[in-house]
């Protein structure tokens, strides 16, 4: 069972168009992060969200935290090429020590 | 050089071989990271760092060795690995290991045991 679950896992669209993906848990957390990997490369973060019912706006992106801090979406508008790329939500727990868990990602292609 | 190197980008290596994975960080860090991404398994921790000492081995199977000479160097000794721990592997680094710092990422090694 993973903690994270992200949906779609997989999203073809036409540049142009606008979408939303998720990132749920039954787990409330204190905090979630969105990263971008793009092919050859490792994780870059987007943005972190920190406050339930925050929404932050990185260009044409924007992110929200559930009131209840238990899910996050990203939604672009207007995607473009240069979205394309598999997207990862992330949150703290602590195991032991402090960790970050990652969802399994949404693999985006967007198609000119 | 700038941010998070990992070198090699691809390995192929057998069973029965030995090899080692790099990474280097110039941004100052004190905390580093292996994590471990497989194409059916979300990013899982392997090993974190902070100031040189090991503070967290997620359960990694022995054939997987870390070491951590300083703050800026990290590696990843593989012996007698197994076909399935084909992944990519991913060298991160935070200032500290606390979960509010920034995590960077290099861009991995491509590792693929036959």
């Known amino acids: 069972t993973q903690l994270l679950e992200q949906s779609p896992q997989f999203l073809s669209i036409q540049e142009g168009e606008n979408l939303t993906v998720y990132c749920n848990s039954s787990?409330?957390?204190?905090?979630l992060q969105w990263y971008r990997q793009e092919p050859g490369e490792g994780p870059v973060l987007l943005v972190t969200v920190v406050t339930g019912g925050e929404v932050k706006k990185l260009k044409r992106l924007t992110f929200q935290f559930g009131d209840a801090r238990k899910d996050s979406s990203l939604h672009i508008t207007a995607a473009q090429p240069g979205d394309t790329g598999l997207y990862l939500c992330a949150g703290p727990i602590i195991q032991g020590a402090q960790k970050l868990v990652f969802g399994q990602g949404t693999r985006l292609t967007i198609n000119p | 050089e700038t941010g998070v190197t990992q070198t090699p980008r691809h390995l192929v290596m057998g069973m029965t071989n030995k090899k080692s994975l790099k990474c280097e960080q110039h941004?100052?860090?004190?905390?580093m990271y292996w994590y471990k991404q497989s194409a059916k398994k979300p990013l899982e921790l392997m090993f974190v760092y902070n100031f040189k000492e090991q503070t967290e081995n997620n359960s990694v199977p022995s054939r997987f060795s870390p070491e951590c000479p300083n703050s800026s160097h990290l590696f990843l000794h593989l012996h007698t690995l197994q076909p399935e721990d084909s992944a990519l592997y991913l060298c991160?680094?935070?200032?500290?290991?606390?979960?509010?710092?920034?995590?960077?990422f290099g861009p991995g090694t491509r590792l693929t045991v036959l």
């Open positions: 991160a680094s935070s200032q500290d290991s606390g979960y509010t710092d920034t995590q960077y």
């Open positions: 941004l100052g860090h004190n905390a």
């Open positions: 787990s409330v957390f204190s905090s």
